[in-house]
């Protein structure tokens, strides 16, 4: 089994970090680059950014952020929000983004994921799906961050996404988001038995058991995480530690540095 990565989540708006529940009510957490540095240190496989505010208010993403931020980084890092095209997609990587995430273009183009596959390598393209409970069994594509449904079944667009180029989903559920009582397994297991490529699990972790359970319940190959992380509830050598208990191999964390004492002298 290949290892299961850890990826801490960087929701930003207004050039701050911030989590919300089912993606309303947000509080702050702090500086995006600040945090990214603090998870790159602490052993992150991963990091998504996220401007989860720019598709809704129909502009482009904070690039000087991203900038800033895939400078700070030696872990791979997937940028997304308000990109519409491929040029669009291509700024992102030329500022430093090691892949891109695209949502609510892909939903109103879907030939948007073929054409970036193609111009870039389906390894950069990540297909988000925000995703609501609509029945027992049937999930809805919402966009614009949460806020347009689309009538489209999760599942179904997952399984196009993936045959259109999409090298990798992060799944969200908007049900779970910010609630910490879990990732929705159902929705994770319905889409991973449903493609091949890689699905990151996203919307609900709030202990390291449930980064466990999505892994071995859902066949998660990722798990997101962000509430659990930003107010310092866990860490993620705790949480890899946790999966590593459970049998899931993981890249280990090595040793952490240690802080500067207050006045700025070395040790």
């Known amino acids: 089994m290949l290892a299961r990565r850890v990826v801490p989540c960087l929701d930003v708006a207004s050039g701050r970090v911030v989590k919300g529940t089912s993606f309303v009510n947000l509080r702050d957490a702090g500086d995006p680059v600040e945090l990214a540095v603090l998870y790159d240190r602490e052993g992150a496989?991963?990091?998504?950014?996220?401007?989860i505010?720019?598709?809704?208010?129909?502009?482009?993403?904070?690039?000087d952020v991203v900038?800033?931020?895939?400078?700070?980084?030696?872990?791979?890092?997937?940028?997304?929000?308000?990109?519409?095209t491929v040029d669009d997609l291509r700024r992102m990587l030329r500022a430093g983004a090691d892949k891109v995430a695209i949502n609510t273009a892909a939903v109103q183009r879907p030939e948007l994921i073929r054409e970036a596959a193609a111009r870039f390598g389906s390894q950069c393209i990540v297909v988000a799906i925000d995703a609501k409970r609509a029945a027992p069994a049937r999930w809805e594509v919402w966009t614009h961050g949460g806020r347009t449904a689309t009538g489209l079944d999760a599942v179904a667009w997952a399984k196009l996404a993936a045959?259109?180029?999409?090298?990798e989903l992060l799944v969200t559920s908007m049900d779970r988001d910010g609630r910490e009582d879990g990732y929705d397994l159902a929705l994770l297991r319905a889409v991973t038995r449903a493609v091949r490529v890689p699905v990151i699990a996203s919307g609900g972790a709030g202990a390291p058991q449930h980064c466990v359970e999505a892994v071995r319940e859902a066949d998660a190959d990722a798990v997101l995480v962000a509430s659990l992380f930003h107010f310092r509830k866990a860490s993620i050598a705790e949480v890899k530690s946790c999966m590593a208990a459970h049998?899931?191999?993981?890249?280990?964390?090595?040793?952490?540095?240690?802080?500067?004492?207050?006045?700025?002298r070395s040790r």
Not at 254 to 259: E, L, T, V
């Open 45 to 51: 496989d991963e990091l998504v950014f996220l401007d």
């Open 53 to 63: 505010a720019a598709s809704h208010e129909g502009r482009g993403i904070m690039e």
């Open 67 to 84: 900038r800033r931020t895939a400078e700070a980084l030696t872990v791979p890092f997937t940028v997304g929000g308000g990109l519409r």
């Open 163 to 167: 045959a259109l180029g999409a090298g």
């Open 247 to 264: 049998g899931i191999p993981v890249r280990p964390v090595g040793p952490q540095p240690r802080a500067a004492p207050a006045d700025g």
